[in-house]
């Protein structure tokens, strides 16, 4: 009985080992054509914009600025930066399973930030994701690596 009981274990193993969790097959992004995370809070709203054009990437954070009626975007930030970085950024923080996200607003909390990102990869995927002070995992580090990105950008201009 424990000789059984002890196989089973082994060739689970084996096989979690070999395909993890997904059952072999981990999706990762390996091109990225554009990507649009919009934030929205109380103390203002941002835009950060993606485009990939050959080899390099351009990121840009607009903020938006309401005036005459009609939202305007401001670019406070851009910063240009290696594509396979984004992709490798994009990867660490899992982007491929935020598609179809869609984090509800938690009861009993009375403001929050709310974000809405869009991304094209792989040469025409679309990743669609949002929510309400609810966040798919590795939302926040994303976030951060996009405005390291930019301070970057900052310092050594």
């Known amino acids: 009985m424990k000789s059984r009981i002890l196989i089973t274990v082994m060739i689970f193993t084996m096989l979690f ?5 997904d059952g072999g097959s981990k999706k990762t992004v390996t091109s990225i054509e554009e990507m649009t995370l919009t934030l929205r809070g109380m103390r203002g709203s941002y835009v950060y914009k ?7 990437t351009a990121l840009q954070r607009y903020r938006e600025v309401y ?11 851009s910063a240009a930066c290696d594509s396979q970085v ?8 899992g982007i491929i399973r935020w598609d179809g996200f869609h984090g509800k607003h938690p009861r009993n909390v009375l ?4 974000f ?29 690596a996009l405005d390291a ?9």
């Open 67 to 77: 005036a005459q009626e009609e939202t305007l975007l401001e670019l406070e930030a």
């Open 50 to 56: 993606l485009a990939n054009d050959a080899d390099r």
């Open 86 to 93: 984004m992709i490798d950024l994009m990867n660490h923080c």
């Open 116 to 144: 809405n990102f869009t991304a094209t990869v792989n040469g025409g995927q679309t990743i669609c994701a949002d929510g309400s002070a609810n966040f798919p995992r590795g939302y926040h580090e994303f976030v951060r």
């Open 111 to 114: 403001d929050g930030i709310m």
């Open 149 to 157: 990105i930019l301070a970057e950008a900052e310092i050594t201009e």
């Open 17 to 21: 080992g070999l395909f993890g969790c």
